[in-house]
Nanobody, 127 residues
Framework: QVHLVESGGDLVQPGGSLRLSCTASGVTLDAYAVTWFRQAPGKAREGVACTRSSDGSTYYADFVKGRFTISRDNAKNTVYLQMNSLKPEDTAVYYC????????????????????WGQGTQVTVSS
């Protein structure tokens, strides 16, 4: 059974940094695409960043380009989201998701592409 667990969310001041982790069991993540999503109260869930595989293929939403970086540590079966220059509008619950490998990703930021989700971790950016 696939199980994803996010961690690293916290309260941080504007301009600060956080590193989120997504650790998996029941699947070897380097064989699959992994995407970070976020959802703020009253807003739709939106794709943040995606890594298709360990070859370094990555994709980012326009609102985080130049500030966030997605990466993998295959030895730890973990995907990270390094978040720098954080803004209050980054406040949200952040989720990681992966697919079951049955279909190649078409639109990386579509929720319909993914089969397994973590429980989420809260990020709050405020002074």
């Amino acid at each position: 059974q696939v199980h994803l667990v996010e961690s690293g969310g916290d309260l941080v001041q504007p301009g600060g940094s956080l590193r989120l982790s997504c650790t998996a069991s029941g699947v070897t993540l380097d064989a699959y695409a992994v995407t970070w999503f976020r959802q703020a109260p009253g807003k739709a869930r939106e794709g943040v960043a995606c890594t298709r595989s360990s070859d370094g293929s990555t994709y980012y939403a326009d609102f985080v380009k130049g500030r966030f970086t997605i990466s993998r540590d295959n030895a730890k079966n973990t995907v990270y989201l390094q978040m720098n220059s954080l803004k209050p509008e980054d406040t949200a619950v952040y989720y990681c998701a992966t697919n079951d490998g049955s279909r190649r990703l078409s639109i990386w930021y579509s929720e319909y592409e993914y089969d397994y989700w973590g429980q989420g971790t809260q990020v709050t950016v405020s002074s």
